[in-house]
């Protein structure tokens, strides 16, 4: 999680990629925010 609580980093091993994802303050539910980090 970035320090400011707005995204979540998650790494995937088996595709060797870092998916990004947005969290909802309001709801906690993440979203994805369509960007990749290799």
Do not use: E, S
Not at 7 to 16: E, G, S, T
Not at 19 to 29: A, E, H, L, P
């Amino acid at each position: 999680m970035t320090p400011n609580g707005q995204f979540m980093l998650v790494a995937c091993r088996d595709i060797h990629v870092i998916q990004v994802f947005k969290i909802n303050k309001k709801t906690g539910m993440m979203v994805d925010a369509k960007q990749d980090m290799f």
